[in-house]
Nanobody, 129 residues
Framework: VQLVESGGGLVQAGGSLRLSCTVSDLPLDESLADYYIGWFRQAPGKEREPVSCITASDGKTDYYADSVKGRFTIASDNAKNTVFLQMSSLKPEDTAVYYC??????????????????WGQGTQVTVSS
């Protein structure tokens, strides 16, 4: 299973970005709907932190981090094997490398990054003040 993030970049505070996470190389008997897709971020010198997670089978959002509630929206397009993270009203403290991760275990959308089996390479988001 391969995950590729895209959509990062440099934006001014108050601006918006939409990140994409495209999932490929799924086993023939699986689809995106079999996975929980989480977004995490890691700023320099800080721990990797959970941002949001979605249950792809029904499109239900499991959680948002308190720091992004009301500003970020997660959504999935199972036909395109892609999960999106729409980020609005960006703040300098949102600056980080953003990663998407996939897991199909019974644990579902956990906030523990160590629970996820598959990861993308990350995309840099930089918000200038």
């Amino acid at each position: 299973v391969q995950l590729v993030e895209s959509g990062g970049g440099l934006v001014q505070a108050g601006g918006s970005l939409r990140l994409s996470c495209t999932v490929s190389d799924l086993p023939l008997d699986e689809s995106l709907a079999d996975y929980y897709i989480g977004w995490f971020r890691q700023a320099p010198g800080k721990e990797r932190e959970p941002v949001s997670c979605i249950t792809a089978s029904d499109g239900k959002t499991d959680y948002y981090a308190d720091s992004v509630k009301g500003r970020f929206t997660i959504a999935s397009d199972n036909a395109k094997n892609t999960v999106f993270l729409q980020m609005s009203s960006l703040k300098p403290e949102d600056t980080a490398v953003y990663y998407c991760a996939a897991d199909s275990s019974v644990w579902g959308c956990t906030r523990n990054w160590k629970s996820y089996d598959f990861w993308g390479q990350g995309t840099q988001v930089t918000v200038s003040s």
